[in-house]
């Protein structure tokens, strides 16, 4: 038996294993019994109506630990992975307490710079930005405040997306396996391991967070998700596995919600620190659209970033620039689309008063 194909048989094994820990550890968090089975009871700015387990993100980050772990001795160190599990545990840690106790915000916010700063301290720092047909070499300090900015408004965006049965969860399974088939790609096993390890993790708790949802992820699974995902896209592009946009296509979905969603609100002079329902999401499910529905319109949207992702990474700069232009656009009709919805219902809930 060759190397590579041991490599993969013992990677089967490591992903097997970091999905039976999420699945069994997320199973036992579902039993009232358990000490970790804490409850999220609804709100006025919730759409669930039952309260429910909010402390899934446990199973997820214990289980992808468990497989970076596995990997480090069957594998070696190598030269990030490290770090990367540093800033993850001190992220689900510090998450962990504020799901529990309650953080203020800037007790949260320095938290993400320490986890960003320990990244780019590493070394995850993204020198250039490229476009299909241009490219831009940054100063290291343009590239140091670029990348720590992306890390932490990816952890804090991540954290607004988490609002909907299967929706954070479905995005880590469909995002982390695409950037995996990326490390593939380009010969990176560590990479694609790295990142089907946390997709592995995210599909264990996923079994259970599909609507109706038996619990939910809470800050310490959609945080840290939010980390490993700014993480490896900057990873991915400063070492030449994809281009930085491609991996900003594949988690687009979440990406373009979150951004047009927050820029809003601060037009509008809005608390942006604040919970609401407000996201594009949360309309179309207030909209009698449901979660299941919803979820699964926005799963064949991920699904369609990460093909086209790939399809177009692999072709000349003039596709990649018309795959670009479409999802910029399919983005602004859909969310007008979304708004008449939200409307008509609005509309017609009036009437029947």
């Not at 700015?45 to 039952?50: D, N, Y």
């Not at 387990?53 to 997820?60: C, D, F, K, S």
């Not at 008449?340 to 017609?348: A, C, G, P, S, W």
């Amino acid at each position: 038996m060759g190397i590579s194909e041991m490599f993969w048989i013992g990677s089967a094994i490591v992903l097997l294993a970091t999905f039976a820990v999420s699945a069994t550890i997320t199973r036992n968090i579902c039993n009232p019994a358990s000490r970790l089975h804490v409850l999220d009871h609804p709100n006025e700015r919730s759409l669930h109506t039952h309260p429910t387990p909010r402390t899934g993100g446990v199973a997820i980050v214990t289980a992808a630990l468990s497989g970076f772990v596995m990997l480090i001795l069957w594998r070696g160190m190598g030269d990030f992975l490290p770090w990367l599990i540093l800033s993850t545990i001190i992220m689900s840690v510090l998450s962990y307490i504020d799901d529990h106790r309650g953080l203020s915000v800037p007790v949260r916010l320095l938290g993400h710079w320490v986890c960003a700063g320990i990244l780019v301290i590493a070394g995850l720092v993204l020198s250039s930005f490229s476009l299909p047909g241009a490219a831009w070499l940054w100063p290291v300090w343009a590239s140091i405040v670029f990348s720590l900015l992306f890390v932490i408004w990816m952890v804090n965006l991540y954290n607004f997306m988490d609002g909907m049965d299967g929706f954070a969860g479905g995005m880590a399974v469909i995002g982390f396996a695409t950037l995996s088939l990326f490390g593939i790609l380009a010969g990176n096993e560590q990479y694609a391991v790295i990142c089907a390890i946390t997709a592995t993790a995210a599909a264990g708790f996923l079994w259970f967070n599909f609507p109706p949802a038996r619990i939910f992820m809470g800050d310490v699974g959609s945080s840290t998700l939010g980390l490993l995902a700014a993480a490896l896209s900057l990873w991915g592009a400063r070492d030449g596995i994809f281009p930085f946009w491609a991996a900003v296509l594949v988690f687009s979905p979440f990406i373009a919600d979150a951004t047009v969603t927050l820029l809003q609100r601060l037009w509008r002079g809005e608390r942006i620190w604040q919970a609401h329902k407000k996201h594009y999401y949360q309309q179309l499910v207030q909209a009698g659209w449901g979660h299941r529905r919803t979820v699964l319109v926005q799963y064949v949207i991920m699904f369609s970033c990460g093909a086209t992702a790939l399809w177009g990474m692999l072709k000349p700069e003039a596709i990649q620039i018309v795959v670009l232009v479409g999802w910029l656009l399919f983005y602004c009709v859909f969310f007008f689309l979304v708004s008449q919805i939200t409307k008509r219902h609005l509309n017609d809930s009036q009437k029947t008063r």
